[in-house]
């Protein structure tokens, strides 16, 4: 049918070479940064993004633990493809995204939707970055390494939530038509030891002795900005809940509260006075605090 078209043979052969740069992860790696195009061929990017670290300026070692680029990085019309991905379109049509990816291997994946006009936009970054949750309280400013080799500040504004985003305009990848993608962190915090966070309130579970509880007194309750006293009246029972106002997360109303639940803790080891002095006060002071169960 089309053996003897010229136009057909080219077309198979660019499909060739695209299915040879996503089955093979050296060229496949080096297609991401542009390095070659869709027929496998040298790119010229000029001589400003070297710097002594290697093509395009990339230093893996360079960048930042908590830093940490998405396996689907490269997003709609990202840049680097060229050609590459009109050529697979063409092929397969819309149902090429899992046939490609099967063939690439892990680590590679795009749909139908990733794939744009060759004059398209550039192709935003995706990536991740993890900050404590004082830092997601307060605000903190963070530099990061762009795969090019190139570092930014990144500003993260104070009351962020784990999971948003932060879009960086134009800090993203180059496409065919010269315009520049974003670069779109997601926000990761970590657990806090102490501190659940539950919107703009946060919650603390507080130990105390049997004779705070029983006696009362004044205690130290640790907050993200250092400890406060806490006035704990005398006959505080286990699981009671204080309120410390405006010692939470920050909102969009102003910050938001911190829970403190006192939980009575005794001694690790046993203590014969307090065991006898316990025998004489059940006896002579018994009460049910179960009898509203019945």
């Known amino acids: 049918s089309n053996k003897h078209d010229p136009r057909a043979a080219s077309r198979f052969s660019e499909l060739n070479a695209a299915y040879e740069i996503l089955g093979e992860e050296a060229k496949r790696k ?39 680029w998405g396996a ?3 997003r709609r019309g990202g840049g680097g493809f060229g050609g590459f991905e009109d050529i697979l379109k063409e092929a397969f049509g819309g149902g090429m995204g899992r046939a490609a990816r099967g063939r690439a291997g892990a680590g590679f994946g795009f749909e139908q939707d990733d794939f744009g006009p060759a004059s398209g936009p550039g192709g935003d970054v995706a990536a991740s970055l993890t900050i404590s949750l004082a830092e997601a309280a307060r605000g903190v400013s963070k530099r990061v390494q762009l795969p090019t080799g190139r570092e930014v500040e990144v500003k993260v504004p104070a009351g962020l939530a784990d999971g948003q985003q932060i879009r960086l305009k134009g800090q ?31 919650r603390l579970e507080l ?20 400890a406060v006293e806490l006035a704990l009246p005398p006959g505080t029972n286990s699981g ?26 005794l001694p690790e080891r046993s203590d014969r006075e307090l065991e006898e002095l316990m025998r004489k006060w059940r006896d002579s002071k018994p009460y049910d605090p179960r009898k509203a169960m019945e």
């Open 172 to 202: 993203g990848l180059a496409g065919p038509a010269g315009r520049v993608g974003d670069l779109l962190i997601t926000i990761g915090i970590t657990p806090h030891p102490l501190f659940v966070r539950e919107g703009a309130d946060l």
């Open 72 to 74: 689907d990085a490269f």
């Open 30 to 68: 080096a297609f991401d940064r542009g390095e070659i195009d869709g027929e496998g061929k040298p790119r010229f990017h000029g001589f400003g993004g070297f710097g002594g670290r290697g093509p395009g300026g990339f230093r893996p070692e360079g960048n930042f633990e908590s830093f940490t």
């Open 240 to 265: 009671r809940t204080f309120r410390l106002r405006g010692r939470g997360f920050p909102g969009k109303a102003g910050k938001g509260d911190l829970l403190t639940t006192v939980r009575i803790v």
């Open 207 to 226: 130990p105390i002795a049997l004779h705070e509880a029983v006696l009362g007194a004044k205690v130290r309750v640790p907050t993200l900005d250092g």
